[in-house]
């Protein structure tokens, strides 16, 4: 029991409710108002209450940095002020009193200007969707006013929390290393041409927060305590002392509340489902948890000091050399790659180390250091009772109602100790470990390096109670590590202690097994330093990712300006600023309601039963809708096979719609949703796995395989003079995984009921589909459905089909209920209801003279679509396939085969990615079969001008004609890229070093392409009054830049200023009949049927203008207007315009070096061409290549989907699973050109696309990685072929690297 003398909470010093500012305005936010409550997140306070929608959310688990703002207070503790960034997702309302909170809103707007910061990102081409925008500002903003000098290195480690799939991170990081103290001179010179571009410089103070209110923030601590309660029974406290938090523990345990003690709250990114809590604790207003202190004892942290400042604390403790502390500078440098810069910012100490007692499978890199330093823990019972706590042993021990107050680490006595903490994480940055390791060895100082006493050697990440290796300890007291005995009897005892368990999605128990032993190799190699052999030092070093930078270059024809000319997007001020509305951001409409879906947590079986009995009865919850309540036909997916809105019965796989749950606002659905009952009958084990034919050239194919289909290249001819006879057979398979979109805005669609038709904003690829599928289910016709989409936040083919799934349900909900509905998915429905890029497996049998020419070629071809053949790539997959090569001889079968998962969807450059992936992976495997060069293999077998067409294009059309680029291309990447003296440096380096290895690899693509069949109207309409003029098309902006260069477009056919060409919004009445904006082709469409709209308004015009003498633009208009000219037309592309197709050329050379004992690697160098035809806007254009060449780096790499074996379900569900590429994964030095003089006789305006094509060269990178490896197992003994499929994770690398323990010598 606990004794309280007195009460903390009195009635004087005690309020029952927060105030903070929000961009300089004063908000107080009581439990009487009803709206906001314990659970509550800043996000949504500041989105809906203060109406500020620039800052977005998109994970709501700290994962993503959509949610980003700058946050300004006084630590408690010391009474400085602190600015940084948060996470606005996973801080409590309730945490924020006193608070100085500014939006991206603060920064500048259309009105007042933009600050520096949003201008540069407008300048550098910084935004392509723009849904990331204003998280990336935020955080820069952050970091700007908290350091008075901000140098590169800082804004390198600043985007470790921020996602963006659109740009390839480079033109954001230059963009802000350009306001560094230290910017680059190239980039200062950038700087400096764009300030001449018209970006209004802001004329509001950057923050008001930062002016006046910053004074008023008290110098002394607030010390106010606060008490709030809510008509739930929920409870929240906001002691201030340390007795005070005892007697709101008290008080809650006495009256049998749980609750929970918060103090960052960012625990609930990583454990969502702990609680349910009534009580809530907050203690982060209580000055005594924050002490920072260092004596000639250690270290002492106050449980409160959060990680941000536990590592500066630690930096300037290493800077200042004291004796006794070499462990602060490796524990810092630890520090800086937990989690990221906004979780850093709030997470503590305690609360870290509280995760790993309440869930001891969390490999806590926090307790990790701590226990290999031998820290203590400074625990309380009461206000009064508190005890020190060794770290051994505390996980065991009880912690129910006890505080964690302090934590100290000693200081070493004398200077033979090595500290070492290692951390494998399958994405460099913003990623838990796999294993992380700590190490403290005492070593003697002479030559022998002898252990002198038992050391620590503790692991995270192999069991939920696994915590150090004693057995190992054990063994090395007392032994020198230079002696090659000791080490083999160390991996031998490691070896047999270290037992993994095996749980998916963690890496699997031989690959954690594997690290623990490399990283005490790594260890014992630091330790023994120059005294290794010069080969095994590489084994000591750690991959670290350099500073990046990156070159573009391009051709520029100032004649034709503003077409070609590299001109910012013309929305990307509105995005940088917040003022760029998605469609979440649309304010609440009178009556609406959201609508969360209830998914099947089965994958094959029938529902038995549904009741939403349980989620009705909640306050606010207005209805469940599911497949009987369809008024039409249960289908969304009306051109193609029918796919059910709500399942009726049958399910299909883990995440199919059961229904959709109504409720008053987000929260409320979501929890309403998780009330619904669904019993099952007939549950059957899925198959997640292609069942593929025993017999790769089995005619029978089609018991396995839902579809089969043959293409073919001419049969060589016997006596055929090209080719010397077959001597080679190369056979063999190749698989490779989907990828999950990873859009920053997820699905969304918003309903509203109006008069005589439902006016539905859909971030849909596809007006037309979406229209036909909501008249469809509603039985009403397209005319009363009303689509627009101003922008869409990201889609890459996942809206192109699957947005009219999302669409089509909030358009039944709507309809049923007569009220607007927004669905607006979290990221796990997302995840789970949608399907991804198609896995493809590939079996092959190639035939190939002495020089690696391909005589005969025989492949089949397995396309993975999921539950349902809807949206297979298949067709372009095996026209690609044809890539850059003669296919004489070539037979391909092709097949879709299915599994029980979420039909699989259009993933950017569907299907001619997976096309060129796996006839460049034939090359390769040719190419080592044959020990040859690669280049040389692929040359040899390049196409020519009259060769045949694997899938001719049309009966007419069978072959290739006219030049094949590459090799030109070769030849100057060859100089440009120094392929050939770099190839001899990489031999060079796996020669002498024997853990570190590096791989070069080159991939040409022919991309043919294709405009058959598609649709885009473009309606332009001049003003009489002022000569503006507004135009609106049937592609959708969606980060690709269409708006910019239909402006560009229609400014140079009328020869006046862009800035007098607005782009409205898309919709299903001036764009009616449009086809789906992707495959490359939209842009550029609607480009030409805009050049055809202003032809018809300046031929119209003609007459007048001839009788006028050189009228002004504004001139001509006024009078053709006085003289009733209809100053509108339209035109829509069809294929009866004269456009023709083509060839998109490219070459990509990657390099990479890879650590052998750890399966860690980084990109060096990537020089990427490309040919864009004369490109419309080179910054547009660049921007599109660098952003899908690094999504392909992420399909290739970190991004692998795992399933429960069981129930199907899809575990790699959140950011916290599933790692697409972050700043720090991008090529170190990233190299794009634009093919320069090669202006396009065909395409349109003389360009060329630039969407899709890169990413097929991201292939690259993993026969970089391969060829890496491939050295590896050279230097193992090994010469045999091995294929590797992808993803190349971290852990393929090291276990296909054969790294041997027992081989391990110093
Ligand atoms: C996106 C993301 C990535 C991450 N990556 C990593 C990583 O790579 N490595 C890693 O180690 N961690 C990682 N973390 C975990 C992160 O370090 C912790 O979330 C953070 O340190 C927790 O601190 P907090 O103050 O927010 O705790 P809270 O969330 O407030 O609390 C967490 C728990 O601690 C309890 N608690 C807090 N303070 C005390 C106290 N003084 N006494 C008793 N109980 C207390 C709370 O009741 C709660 O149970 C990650 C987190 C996120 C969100
Ligand atoms: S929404 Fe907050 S980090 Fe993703
Ligand atoms: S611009 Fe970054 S996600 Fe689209």
Redesign the pocket.
């Known amino acids: 029991m606990f004794r309280i003398r007195r009460s903390e909470f009195t009635s004087a010093n005690t309020s029952d409710f927060v105030s903070f500012y929000i961009n300089g305005e004063l908000h107080e936010v009581r439990p009487s108002d009803g709206k906001f409550g314990p659970g509550s997140k800043l996000v949504d306070y500041i989105r809906e209450e203060a109406k500020l929608t620039g800052t977005k959310f998109m994970c709501r688990?700290?994962?993503c940095g959509a949610c980003l703002v700058t946050v300004k207070l006084r630590n408690v503790s010391t009474g400085r002020l602190v600015v940084k960034a948060v996470?606005s997702c996973?801080i409590p309302v309730f945490s924020c009193d006193g608070w100085r909170i500014s939006t991206v809103e603060s920064l500048g707007n259309r009105k007042d200007g933009y600050s520096k910061i949003q201008q540069q990102l407008v300048n550098f081409g910084g935004t392509q969707c723009g849904y990331c925008t204003p998280g990336m500002i935020m955080n820069m903003n952050s970091l700007m006013e908290e350091k008075a000098v901000v140098k590169t290195k800082d804004i390198e480690d600043l985007l470790d929390?921020n996602i963006c799939r659109c740009t390839g991170y480079r033109p954001i990081l230059d963009a802000f290393k350009s306001l560094a103290a230290d910017a680059p001179e190239e980039l200062l010179r950038q700087a400096a041409v764009h300030a001449k571009q018209p970006v209004p410089d802001c004329l509001v103070p950057s923050d008001p927060c930062s002016e006046d209110l910053l004074e008023e923030l008290p110098e002394e601590p607030q010390l106010t305590n606060i008490w709030a309660k809510f008509a739930s029974e929920e409870e929240w406290a906001v002691p201030t002392t340390i007795a005070g938090i005892f007697e709101a523990v008290q008080r809650f345990v006495s009256s049998g509340k749980s609750y929970?003690?918060?103090?960052?709250?960012?625990?609930?990114?990583?454990f969502k489902n702990?609680g349910p809590y009534k009580g809530f604790i907050d203690?982060i207003n209580v000055a005594e948890?924050g002490a920072e202190t260092v004596d000639s004892t250690g270290v002492t942290l106050g449980?409160?000091v959060?990680?941000t400042h536990t590592l500066q604390f630690l930096k300037r403790i290493a800077r200042s050399q004291m004796e006794g502390f070499s462990y602060a500078l490796p524990m810092s440098q630890h520090i800086n790659?937990?989690?990221?810069v906004p979780?850093?910012n709030?997470?503590?100490?305690?609360?870290?180390?509280?995760?790993k007692h309440?869930h001891q499978e969390?490999?806590?890199?926090?307790?990790?250091m701590l226990t290999t330093l031998n820290a203590t823990l400074s625990i309380a019972s009461s206000s009064t009772r508190t005890e020190n706590i060794p770290m051994e042993g505390w996980l065991t021990s009880s912690?129910e109602n006890?505080?964690?107050?302090s934590i100290h680490i000693p200081r070493w006595l004398d200077n033979s100790y090595v500290f070492r903490s290692f951390?494998i994480?399958r994405r460099y940055q913003?990623?838990?470990?796999d294993v992380n390791a700590g190490f403290l060895f005492k070593i003697s100082q002479d030559k022998n390096k002898t252990v002198i006493e038992k050391p620590n050697i503790v692991f995270g990440g192999i069991t939920s109670s696994f915590v150090r290796a004693s057995k190992t300890e054990a063994v090395l007291i007392g032994k020198s590590l230079k002696d090659v005995s000791t080490l083999q009897e160390a991996m031998k005892t490691l070896e047999d202690e270290i037992q993994p368990s095996n749980q998916l999605p963690d890496a699997s128990p031989e690959y954690r097994k594997a690290l623990t032993q490399s990283l005490l190799y790594k260890t014992i190699l630091q330790i023994v330093g120059v005294d290794a052999s010069s080969k095994n030092q590489s084994g000591s070093k750690q991959i670290k990712k350099g500073k990046t930078k990156g070159k573009q270059v391009f051709d520029m024809d100032k004649s034709m300006w503003p077409l070609n000319k590299p001109v910012a997007k013309i929305e990307a001020a509105a995005q940088c600023s917040g003022e760029a509305v998605f469609i979440s951001d649309i304010l609440p409409q009178h009556r609406e309601l959201f609508g969360a879906f209830v998914l099947s947590t089965i994958a094959k079986g029938d529902i038995e039963s549904i009741d939403a009995s349980e989620a009705l009865k909640l306050p606010r919850v207005h209805a469940f809708i599911q497949a009987k309540d369809v008024p039409g036909p249960n289908n969304f997916m009306v051109y193609t096979n029918p796919e059910e809105i709500f399942c009726s019965g049958k399910i299909m796989y883990a995440g199919q719609s059961i229904g959709l749950v109504l409720g008053e606002t987000r929260a409320i659905a979501f929890e309403a949703a998780k009330l619904v009952q669904v019993k099952y009958r007939n549950v059957e084990k899925p198959t997640l796995e292609p069942v593929l034919p025993p017999d790769e050239f089995d005619e029978n194919w089609l018991t396995c395989v839902k579809t089969f289909n043959v293409v073919k290249g001419p049969e060589r001819k016997v006596d055929d003079k090209e080719t010397s006879p077959a001597e080679t057979i190369v056979q063999g398979e190749f698989k490779f995984g989907g990828q999950y979109h990873f859009h920053m805005e997820t699905q969304v669609c918003l309903c509203v009921p109006k008069e005589d038709h439902l006016r539905v904003y859909s971030a849909t690829q596809w007006i037309d589909l979406t229209q036909s599928a909501i008249a469809s289910a509603l039985a009403i016709p397209s005319n009363e459905v009303q689509i627009e989409v101003k922008r869409i936040g990201g889609a890459y083919g996942a809206k192109i089909c699957r947005a009219t799934h999302v669409a089509t349900a909030c358009a039944v909900a709507s309809k049923i209920t007569n009220r607007p509905v927004r669905v607006f998915l979290d990221l796990q429905t997302n995840m789970e209801l949608i399907g991804k890029r198609s896995p493809y497996t590939i079996r092959y049998k190639v035939a190939v003279d002495a020089a690696g020419r391909i005589t005969n070629l025989k492949a089949s071809v397995f396309a993975e679509v999921g539950s349902v053949i809807n949206d297979s790539d298949i067709d372009d997959a095996a026209k690609f396939i044809q890539n850059c090569y003669d296919v004489t001889g070539w037979e391909v079968t092709k097949s879709e085969v299915l599994t029980d998962k979420a039909p699989n969807t259009f993933c950017r450059a569907p299907g001619t990615s997976q096309g060129i992936a796996m006839v460049e992976h034939l090359m390769e495997h040719i190419a080592f079969q044959l020990q040859k060069d690669p280049l040389e293999i692929r040359t040899i077998n390049f196409i020519h001008d009259g060769s045949p067409l694997l899938v001719p294009y049309s009966p007419d059309e069978t072959t290739f004609v006219g030049e094949n680029k590459l090799l030109k291309m070769i030849e100057r990447m060859k100089k440009s890229a120094d392929y050939n003296s770099r190839t001899e440096i990489v031999s060079a380096f796996n020669k002498n070093n024997r853990w570190r290895k590096r791989g070069i690899a080159v991939v040409p693509i022919r991309y043919h392409l294709d405009f058959q069949g598609y649709k885009y109207p473009v309606y332009v309409a001049i003003y009489k009054n002022d000569g503006t003029v507004v135009v609106t098309h049937g592609g959708i902006e969606m980060g690709q830049g269409i708006n910019t260069k239909v402006a560009q477009t229609v400014a140079y056919k009328f020869s006046i200023p862009i800035e007098k060409i607005r782009i409205t919004a898309s919709n299903n009445i001036i764009g009616a009949n449009a086809d789906l904006s992707g495959a490359s082709v939209t842009s550029e469409l609607c480009c030409y049927a805009a050049t055809v709209a202003c032809q018809i308004l300046l031929d119209r015009m003609k007459p007048v203008k001839d009788q006028m003498k050189n009228p002004t633009w504004e001139q001509l208009i006024a009078t053709c207007g006085k003289v009733g000219i209809d100053l509108t037309a339209s035109h829509m592309y069809s294929s009866a315009d004269p456009v023709k197709t083509y060839d998109i050329w490219g070459l990509t050379v990657s390099e990479v070096e890879i650590d052998c004992l750890t399966g860690e690697y980084r990109i060096l160098r990537v020089d990427l061409t490309e040919d864009a035809g004369r490109s419309l806007n080179p910054e547009v254009d660049i921007g599109q290549i660098e952003g899908a060449f690094v999504m392909a780096i992420g399909w290739w790499t970190t991004e692998n989907l795992v399933h429960d074996s069981v129930s199907g379900k899809l575990l790699t569900n959140g950011?916290?699973e599933y790692k697409p590429p972050t700043a720090a994964d991008i090529p170190t030095d990233f190299r794009v050109t634009l093919l320069r003089k090669s202006p396009n006789p065909f395409g349109v305006l003389r360009s060329k696309a630039t969407g899709e094509p890169p990413l097929c060269m991201g292939i690259s990178v993993l026969f970089a990685l391969r060829h890496a490896i491939y050295a590896a197992r050279r230097d193992a003994g090994v010469t045999d072929y091995v294929s590797i499929d992808g993803p190349l994770t971290q852990e393929k690398i090291l276990i296909n690297c054969l790294t041997n323990p027992q081989k391990f010598d110093i």
């Open positions: 688990e700290g994962g996470n996973l929390g929970r003690i918060v103090a960052g709250n960012t625990g609930t990114g990583v702990d203690i948890l449980a409160n959060t990680l790659r937990i989690a990221n979780v850093r709030v997470g503590t100490l305690a609360g870290n180390l509280m995760l309440n969390f490999p806590s890199d926090i307790f990790l912690m006890k505080l964690i107050v951390k994480s913003n990623a838990h470990p950011t916290w």
